[in-house]
């Protein structure tokens, strides 16, 4: 048992050198290129971070934007619709009025007409008595002749 502890403390003490090669090779490793690595990457986190919050606030800034778009452009079909209906009332307004105003024409057209109509038929009527008396004096005057047929 001896002769194993003597052989296992000889294999032990051949692995320190290799132990303490390993030791400052990951030290070395860890300050030359791990620790390098690790500063580029958390830069490269930072980087992609800043990024990503200022397209964040970008979307934010361009989706009030549009909603602010969006309320004009609201607003200004209120507008319009406000100036279709008002343009629409004054032309209302303004067919009745006419129409008022040929109703009016018209009555006056239609008692102007009836007027002179009535006028006519006095005057038409006053002529066909007048001519009737004439026809009628004619007929009394041949009857009386005795030249009747």
């Known amino acids: 048992m001896d002769a194993l502890l003597s052989s296992l403390g000889g294999i032990l003490l051949n692995a320190v050198p290799t132990f303490l090669i390993i030791v400052l090779l990951h ?17 490269r986190e930072e ?8 397209a964040e606030e970008a979307l934010a800034k361009a989706n009030e ?3 602010q778009y969006d309320q004009m452009m609201q607003a200004a079909r209120n507008d319009i619709y406000k100036d279709q209906e008002q343009i629409r009332k004054d032309l209302k307004i ?15 057209m239609i008692a102007a007409a009836r007027h002179q109509l009535a006028a ?30």
């Open 27 to 43: 030290f070395y490793l860890k300050a030359t290129f791990f620790g390098p690595m690790e500063k580029v990457l958390h830069q």
């Open 47 to 54: 980087a992609t971070a800043g990024a990503r919050k200022r």
């Open 65 to 67: 934007k549009l909603r």
């Open 94 to 108: 303004g067919q009745e009025s006419q129409v008022a105003e040929a109703q009016a024409k018209s009555k006056e």
């Open 120 to 149: 006519e038929a006095a005057a038409a009527k006053q002529g066909l008595e007048a001519e009737a008396r004439s026809l009628a004096g004619k007929i009394s005057a041949q009857i009386l002749d005795g030249r009747a047929a």
